[in-house]
């Protein structure tokens, strides 16, 4: 069945080091997010991308960067200057006008 | 800028009573409107979604939401509340002529009593 795989499912990082979050979907979507989700708030948007090559700051971009090489895949690094990165993270994925995002089951981040 | 407004971070309800979760949504048009549920650590997943069809619409799990323009209104009800009902609850919107981008409520967290 198609859908969207983020590893880890856990991630446990030191201070000061990157970390890259995989996301990888065999649903043929052109559109592509990374979503920040905090306990008991919302989901933030940090990077967006419409189609190969090609991506878009969000909401809370800072400290993290994504590249775009591959319409399956779009790779979110939390680099050491994102001063609070312990979160959960989600990618989702999109079809069409009217069609809604598909989500990967997310990968939790822990600064350790 | 389209904005959706979820009142209620918390509720809670007896097993077997009415589930209503509330959603505004703020458009001069009608756009795109959608509920997703939250099981903890997983991803988000789609219950359903209103798309200028019928204003009723049916999703998964018993769930339904109706559509009402003239309130900007999209709440999400479920007759009788199932223990496996416990979630966050997201409504979403996306204008007609904004491109792929949902603008996502702040989440309704269902809690069921038993």
């Known amino acids: 069945d198609g859908g969207i795989t983020q590893s880890p499912k856990y991630l446990f990082r030191k201070e000061g080091q990157n970390v890259t979050l995989s996301c990888e979907q065999n649903?043929?979507?052109?559109?592509m997010y990374w979503y920040r989700q905090d306990p008991g708030q919302g989901l933030r948007l940090i990077y967006y991308?419409?189609?190969?090559?090609?991506?878009q700051k969000g909401d809370i971009a800072e400290g993290y960067s994504v590249s775009r090489e591959k319409k399956e895949s779009f790779p979110l690094t939390v680099t050491s200057a994102q001063k609070n990165p312990t979160a959960f993270y989600l990618c989702?994925?999109?079809?069409?006008?009217?069609?809604?995002?598909?989500f990967g089951s997310g990968t939790r981040l822990t600064v350790v | 800028a389209q904005s959706v407004t979820q009142l209620g971070s918390h509720v809670s309800v007896s097993e077997g009573a009415l589930v209503l979760l509330r959603c505004n949504y703020s458009?001069?048009?009608?756009?795109?409107l959608f509920w997703y549920v939250q099981y903890p650590n997983q991803g988000l997943q789609l219950l359903l979604k209103?798309?200028?069809?019928?204003?009723l619409v049916k999703g998964i799990n018993g769930f339904e939401a109706e559509f009402k323009k003239s309130e900007t209104s999209f709440h999400l009800t479920k007759p009788s509340a199932h223990m496996s009902d416990a979630a966050e609850y997201f409504c979403?919107?996306?204008?007609?002529?904004?491109?792929?981008?949902?603008?996502f409520g702040g989440g309704t967290r269902l809690m069921v009593k038993p």
């Open positions: 989702a994925s999109h079809r069409g006008p009217s069609g809604g995002y598909t």
């Open positions: 649903l043929n979507h052109d559109a």
């Open positions: 991308s419409q189609i190969v090559n090609d991506f």
């Open positions: 458009s001069s048009v009608p756009p795109y």
């Open positions: 209103y798309t200028s069809a019928a204003t």
């Open positions: 979403a919107v996306r204008p007609l002529n904004a491109g792929n981008m949902l603008t």
